[in-house]
């Protein structure tokens, strides 16, 4: 059964670095990979899709990687901003085509 | 940029009652969700719905659950009898084609059943 984690649970940091959120996948047979953004209250906002042939994806600041055979996914997020705070969750697309959710790192950016 | 909408964005009712939560995807999207969110837990997925059908659903998803795209614009899903342990955000997706496109979110609805 695939099993996503989240390291570290919560992260703050000052406002300007760049920084690197952590997902792992416990099988490495995946369509793809997902990394969203949670505000409170909020819906999920998609930030990245990583397909299972690709190795990382970039949108502006953020930058998102992949290595499927071990079985991790980072997001950097380069030259932090206040505006950067959320909760950020990687989801994986499984062999049976769901999405199975890790539990999400809350990120404080301090001024 | 086009929205997902999700409509009420909190509703409260009692156990036993029947809730229906309304969604408005994206209008050139083919494939929609329901997700939901237990307090502080992880997201789940409850179903998935192409071509006018349940595609994919989740334990989660029993016979209390249905699902309904009664016109061409609005996705809903109904609880026939709720529980206590229902009460969560529910959230509505849609994507334009199947695994390999993003999903877009509504800003989901909270569930509190006293």
């Known amino acids: 059964k695939q099993e996503v984690t989240q390291i570290p649970a919560a992260l703050s940091v000052p406002e300007g670095e760049n920084l690197v959120l952590n997902c792992s996948f416990t099988d490495s047979a995946i369509y793809n990979l997902q990394w969203f953004r949670q505000d409170p209250g909020k819906g999920l906002t998609s930030l990245l899709l990583i397909q299972s042939s690709q190795r990382e994806q970039t949108s502006g600041r953020l930058n998102a990687s992949l290595d499927k055979s071990s079985g991790r996914s980072t997001l950097y997020i380069a030259a932090s901003q206040p505006g950067d705070s959320a909760t950020y969750l990687c989801?994986?697309?499984?062999?049976?085509?769901?999405?199975?959710w890790g539990a999400g790192t809350k990120l404080i950016i301090k001024p | 940029e086009p929205e997902v909408t999700q409509t009420p964005s909190h509703q409260v009712t009692q156990m036993g009652q029947e809730v229906i939560l309304r969604c408005v995807p994206i209008s050139n999207h083919l494939y929609f969700y329901w997700y939901r969110q237990i307090l502080g837990q992880k997201v789940e997925f409850l179903v998935s719905?192409?071509?006018?059908?349940?595609?994919?659903k989740s334990e989660i998803f029993d016979d209390q659950f249905s699902v309904e795209r009664p016109d061409g614009s609005n996705f809903t899903l109904k609880i026939r009898s709720t529980k206590l342990e229902d009460s969560a955000m529910y959230f509505c997706a849609s994507s334009p084609e199947g695994v390999n496109s993003p999903l877009h979110f509504g800003n989901g609805t909270r569930l509190t059943v006293t």
């Open positions: 719905f192409y071509n006018n059908e349940i595609s994919e």
């Open positions: 989801a994986v697309r499984d062999s049976n085509y769901q999405l199975i």
